[in-house]
C-alpha cells in the first residue's frame, strides 16, 4: 500500500478518488487510525545523518596507530620485568580512549539536541475536532487546518481555502505568495504550477484553509529533494587528517629511531635490557599522545563559543576553512536586512512625511519631510493611515520582546505605521468591521475591502495596491482635507513622487477610497476600479540592519569580499548594498545576464561590483563555481531547499537558523541561529582565533616531543644512562603539558585578527618560521636537561639524577607554554595575566610535579625520589634560559613579522595574499 501511495499523482485526482485512496474525508481520521498508520509509515520527520553508537565511539578511540605503539611499549615493559612502567602505560592508554570517547559522545549529543529545537507542530482533525499534535505524528489521510502564519507539516491536497496562500519560495524559488485553491489540475502540471497543493516546511502567508495529507516524510516534495542533498558520511577534518599523518610519522620515525638507539647501544656494549628500556623511552617521546586529545577539546571548546555568538557550526572542517575565506556571498532579505517591511516616507495631500524607527516593532514617529513637528495631521494622511490599518489580513504580534508580523509583509510594516501614529487598531477594526472584500491577485494587483462608517449605515471602500492601478481608478485626490480633481498637473506631481521613492530602493504602495451607496453589504470590483479618491501614498523598505555596515568594513579590512545575491529588484539591491558598504559603483548584474556570462567574466564581476540581483539558486550556484576556480575560498549563504547544491559545493555553507528549511540546514557546513550577516563576520574571526591557538598547541606538543628525543639520542651520542624513564616521559607528555595545553587553546585573540589577510588553506600548520622556532629551542631544552643530568650524576644515584632531569624537562615546559603564546610578541606585550586559564594551567602542573617528586606515590610510580631547595633553584634557573633566548629572538626580529599586504592571487582576480594568521 506504501508503494501504491508513492505513485499516485495527487494533485491530478478527483476529490472522491482522493478520499477513498487516502481511507479518509473532511473530517480527517480518528485517534486510532492516526496511530495504526503512524506505526506502519512511521513518523513525518527527514532523516538526518545516522548517528554513532557508544560502542562505535569507544572502538574509533582504539583504532589509532599510536594507541598500538603505547600498547606494544606496555606488554615490553611487562616483558622486562616493569610492571609498574606496563601499568603507568596502560593506565594512558584506557584515559585518553574514555576522553576522546567522552568528548565526541558530547558532540552526537549536542547535534542531536539542535535537531529536537527544530520540532514542529501542527493543527489537524482528529474525529472531526481541531487538535494540535506534533508535525512527527502526522500521517497520510490527516486533514490540515491552515490559518496565516502556519508552517505546513507535509504535503497535502487543498480541500477548501478562503483567500489561502504560501510562501513556496524555498522550494521554487519564487518570492511571491501562491495562491491556494481545491480542484484537480493536470498530470503533467509543473510543481509551481500546482495550486491545489501545499509543500511540507513551507508557511501560510494569507487566509486560512483545509488540506488531506498525502505525503509524509521522505516522501515529501522537499523529503526527496533532502534525500539527495543529506550527508552520509561525517569525515575527519583537514586539520584532523594532517595532524593524523603526523602522528604517524613521528611515531614509525620515533621505532625506527629506537631501533637505531637499540642497535647502537650493543655496538658500545651496552646491556640489552638497559637498552632496550632506552630504546621504549624513545618511541614513548616520540608519540604525542596527547595531540589528539588537545585538538578535539580546542576546536570543541571554539566551537561552543561560537555556537555562543550564534553561529553553530555542524562540521567542524568550517572552523578551519573560516580563517581562509576570501569571499562571503550573502543573501540580502534577512542577512544583510531585517526582513521587516519598515515604512520610512508617506505623501499625503500633497505632503510629505518621514518615520522614524526600523521593523514591526510599533516604535517611532511621523515628522515632517523637513524633521519639524506635523501639528496637526491633514485628514488625507489620517485616511492613508486608516485605509492601511482596515485593508488588511495581518496581524502584529509580540514574543520574547521581539515583533514579527502574521501575514503580509507590507501590510505588517502598514499596521505599525498607523501605531506609530497612535491609531489604536482594535477599537478601529471593531468599529469598521469588514463587510465584504476583494482579496489581492497578482493579476489586479489591488486589494479592496467593505466597511461601515462611523456615522449611521453609510458605506465606504478602502482600496490599496500598486500606485499605477490605484492612479488609473482614481478621479479625485485629497487636498487641504477636500476632494478635488484630479488633473494632469496633480497626476504629474504624484508620479515624481513616486520616481523620487523608487530611486530610494523604497516599495511603493498606494491607498485611496470610495463613498459607498448605505446599506450595500457586497464589494464587487466594478465597484472600484474607477471613480475612486486618492489618499496617498506608503515608501516601505526592508531596512539594513544597524551591524551589518560595520560587518562589512570589518570583512573588508579581514580581505574578505562581501558579495550580495538577491532575487529583489536590481535598484532595491544597489541601494541596500550602497548603504552598508558593499558596492559604491553603480552596476548590478542580473540573474539574465550571469546566464550569458562565462564563469572568469562572472568571478570579476562578483569582485569588482557585488552586487547580484533577480538571481535564482542555479545562479548561485554557477557564481560559487566561478569563484572557486579562480581560487577564492567561497563561503555561501542560503534557506531554501533549492540552496542546498550551493551550499553543499561551497567551502562554507551557511544556513539560516530562522528562515532556513530543514533541507538547507543539512546541507551546510555552519547554521546561523540569528539570521545575520555580522554572525558570520564574527565567525571568521573565531575560526581565525581558533585555528591560531592550534597552531600554539601544535608547535608546544612537539616541541616537548623533539626536545626529549633530542634529550635521549644526546645522552646515548655522549655515553651517558638513560636520563629519564618511559614512564617520566609519559607523564611530561599528559600530566605537564595536558596541564597547560588546554589553556593555552582558549588564549584571547592578542590583536584583531580581522586586520590579517586569510590563510592560505594548503598551508600545513608548521610553517617554516615554526619550524625555526623549534630548531633554535630544542638544543636549549635538551642541553640544559643533559648538563642538570651529569651534575646531578656527578654528586648521586642515576635515581636522583634521572628525578633532576625528570624535573628539569617538565620545568621547560612550563616557560616553554608561555613562549608559545606568541610567535612574534613579548610575554609583556601580550600581557602576563591576560590569559589566566594557562597560569592556573601552569600552577597545576607544578603542584603535580611536587606531588610527582615529594610523595610515596610518586616514588613507587614514576621511580622518583626527593629534591632538595637548592636543587629547585637550579632548575628553574637552567630551565628559565628557554625563554630569556626566546625573548631576545623574538625582539631581534629572528621570526619575522606577519605580512599583511594584499596582492594578486596565483589566478590573477584580484583578492588579498593568503598566508598563516599567527599573533
Request: charged fraction near 20%.
Amino acid at each position: 500500500m506504501n508503494e501504491a501511495k508513492k505513485s499516485v499523482h495527487w494533485h491530478a485526482l478527483e476529490p472522491e478518488v482522493l478520499a477513498e485512496r487516502l481511507d479518509s474525508g473532511e473530517e480527517g481520521l480518528d485517534a486510532v487510525q492516526a496511530k495504526q498508520r503512524l506505526e506502519s509509515w512511521g513518523p513525518n520527520s527527514l532523516e538526518t545523518e545516522e548517528g554513532v553508537s557508544p560502542l562505535r565511539l569507544l572502538v574509533r578511540q582504539v583504532q589509532n596507530p599510536l594507541i598500538y605503539l603505547l600498547i606494544g611499549a606496555a606488554v615490553l615493559s611487562l616483558v622486562i620485568g616493569h610492571p609498574v612502567d606496563a601499568a603507568v602505560i596502560a593506565g594512558v592508554v584506557v584515559l585518553n580512549t574514555l576522553l576522546g570517547f567522552f568528548q565526541e559522545w558530547r558532540a552526537e549529543g549536542a547535534l542531536e539536541a539542535l535537531r529536537k529545537l527544530a520540532a514542529h507542530r501542527a493543527r489537524v482533525l482528529r474525529g472531526g475536532k481541531p487538535t494540535e499534535i506534533d508535525a512527527a505524528d502526522v500521517v497520510p489521510g490527516d486533514v490540515l487546518v491552515l490559518e496565516t502564519g502556519d508552517w505546513v507539516a507535509a504535503d497535502a491536497r487543498v480541500l477548501s481555502g478562503d483567500n489561502l496562500k504560501t510562501d513556496e519560495s524555498a522550494l521554487t524559488g519564487e518570492s511571491e505568495p501562491v495562491a491556494k485553491q481545491s480542484g484537480n489540475v493536470e498530470e503533467d502540471t509543473p510543481m509551481a504550477d500546482r495550486h491545489n497543493m501545499v509543500s511540507m516546511s513551507t508557511n501560510v502567508t494569507g487566509g486560512r484553509g483545509r488540506a488531506m495529507v498525502v505525503e509524509t516524510g521522505m516522501g515529501t516534495v522537499i523529503g526527496r529533494i533532502a534525500g539527495e542533498v543529506r550527508a552520509t558520511v561525517r569525515e575527519s577534518t583537514p586539520l584532523q587528517k594532517r595532524m593524523h599523518k603526523l602522528g604517524i610519522v613521528l611515531g614509525i620515525g620515533g621505532v625506527a629511531l629506537a631501533i637505531v638507539v637499540f642497535g647502537l647501544g650493543l655496538l658500545r656494549g651496552h646491556e640489552w635490557i638497559e637498552m632496550l628500556m632506552f630504546s621504549v623511552a624513545v618511541a614513548v617521546a616520540a608519540i604525542p599522545e596527547g595531540l589528539p586529545a588537545v585538538i578535539s577539546v580546542t576546536l570543541a571548546l571554539g566551537v561552543r563559543r561560537m555556537a555562543q555568538q550564534n553561529a553553530i557550526i555542524r562540521r567542524m572542517s568550517a572552523v578551519e576553512t573560516l580563517g581562509s575565506t576570501t569571499v562571503i556571498c550573502t543573501d540580502k532579505t534577512g542577512t544583510i536586512t531585517e526582513n521587516q517591511m519598515t515604512v520610512r516616507q508617506i505623501w499625503a495631500g500633497g505632503q510629505a512625511f518621514a518615520v522614524s524607527g526600523d521593523g514591526y516593532r510599533p516604535e517611532g514617529e511621523l515628522r515632517a519631510a523637513g524633521g519639524g513637528a506635523i501639528g496637526q495631521r491633514p485628514e488625507a494622511l489620517e485616511r492613508l493611515l486608516r485605509i492601511g490599518a482596515l485593508a488588511s489580513n495581518a496581524k502584529l504580534k509580540e514574543a520574547d520582546g521581539q515583533w514579527h508580523v502574521e501575514g503580509n509583509p507590507s501590510e505588517g510594516a502598514l499596521l505599525a505605521v498607523a501605531i506609530k501614529a497612535g491609531t489604536d487598531l482594535d477599537p478601529l477594526r471593531k468599529e469598521g468591521q469588514r463587510l465584504a472584500e476583494i482579496p489581492f491577485s497578482s493579476d489586479a494587483k489591488y486589494m479592496a475591502t467593505l466597511h461601515p462608517e462611523a456615522d449611521g449605515d453609510k458605506r465606504v471602500a478602502c482600496v490599496k495596491g500598486a500606485p499605477e492601478r490605484i492612479l488609473e481608478f482614481s478621479s479625485h485626490v485629497l487636498r487641504d482635507g477636500e476632494r478635488v480633481e484630479l488633473n494632469g498637473d496633480l497626476r504629474r506631481e504624484i508620479f515624481e513622487t513616486i520616481g523620487h521613492y523608487a530611486a530610494q530602493a523604497l516599495r511603493v504602495m498606494a491607498g485611496a477610497y470610495r463613498q459607498m451607496p448605505p446599506g450595500q453589504d457586497l464589494l464587487e470590483p466594478a465597484d472600484v476600479e474607477g471613480g475612486l479618491t486618492f489618499a496617498g501614498l506608503w515608501g516601505i523598505l526592508d531596512p539594513p540592519r544597524k551591524e551589518s555596515t560595520q560587518a562589512v568594513r570589518d570583512a573588508k579590512e579581514a580581505g574578505i569580499h562581501p558579495v550580495m545575491i538577491t532575487g529583489d529588484h536590481a535598484i532595491t539591491a544597489l541601494a541596500i548594498a550602497r548603504q552598508v558598504g558593499i558596492t559604491e559603483a553603480d552596476q548590478v548584474v542580473t540573474g539574465a545576464e550571469i546566464e550569458k556570462m562565462e564563469k572568469p567574466a562572472l568571478a570579476r564581476a562578483a569582485l569588482e561590483g557585488g552586487v547580484f540581483a533577480r538571481v535564482t539558486p542555479t545562479h548561485k550556484l554557477k557564481l560559487m563555481q566561478a569563484l572557486k576556480e579562480q581560487g577564492h575560498v567561497v563561503a555561501m549563504t542560503g534557506d531554501g531547499v533549492n540552496d542546498a547544491p550551493a551550499l553543499k559545493g561551497a567551502d562554507i555553507g551557511i544556513a539560516m537558523g530562522r528562515a532556513g528549511t530543514e533541507v538547507a540546514k543539512e546541507a551546510a557546513d555552519m547554521v546561523l541561529t540569528d539570521d545575520n550577516f555580522a554572525t558570520i563576520v564574527h565567525a571568521v574571526e573565531e575560526g581565525r582565533v581558533i585555528y591560531s591557538n592550534l597552531r600554539r598547541v601544535v608547535y608546544f606538543l612537539l616541541t616537548t616531543n623533539l626536545g626529549e628525543i633530542l634529550t635521549l639520542v644526546g645522552a646515548l651520542i655522549i655515553g651517558l644512562d638513560l636520563p629519564m624513564t618511559a614512564v617520566m616521559i609519559l607523564w611530561i607528555n599528559l600530566v605537564t603539558d595536558g596541564a597547560c595545553t588546554v589553556p593555552l587553546g582558549v588564549e584571547p585573540k592578542h590583536s584583531d585578527v580581522l586586520k590579517h589577510p586569510p590563510r592560505d588553506p594548503k598551508a600545513f600548520i608548521v610553517d617554516r618560521l615554526v619550524a625555526l622556532r623549534m630548531a633554535l629551542l630544542m638544543p636549549i631544552m635538551a642541553a640544559g636537561t643533559l648538563g642538570l643530568f651529569w651534575y646531578a650524576r656527578q654528586t648521586g644515584e642515576l635515581d636522583y639524577a634521572r628525578t633532576v632531569a625528570f624535573t628539569a624537562m617538565a620545568t621547560f615546559q612550563w616557560f616553554q607554554v608561555i613562549n608559545a603564546r606568541s610567535n612574534y610578541q613579548s610575554i609583556f606585550s601580550i600581557g602576563l595575566f591576560s590569559n589566566r586559564w594557562l597560569l592556573l594551567g601552569v600552577g597545576i602542573a607544578i603542584l603535580m610535579q611536587l606531588l610527582a617528586v615529594h610523595t610515596s606515590i610518586g616514588h613507587t610510580l614514576l621511580g622518583t625520589t626527593g629534591l632538595s631547595w637548592m636543587d629547585w633553584v637550579r632548575i628553574v634557573a637552567v630551565s628559565g634560559s628557554i625563554w630569556v633566548a626566546d625573548e631576545i629572538l623574538k625582539w631581534l626580529g629572528v621570526y619575522g613579522k606577519p605580512r599583511t599586504q594584499v596582492g594578486q592571487t596565483p589566478h590573477g582576480a584580484s583578492a588579498v595574499t593568503r598566508f598563516s594568521v599567527t599573533q
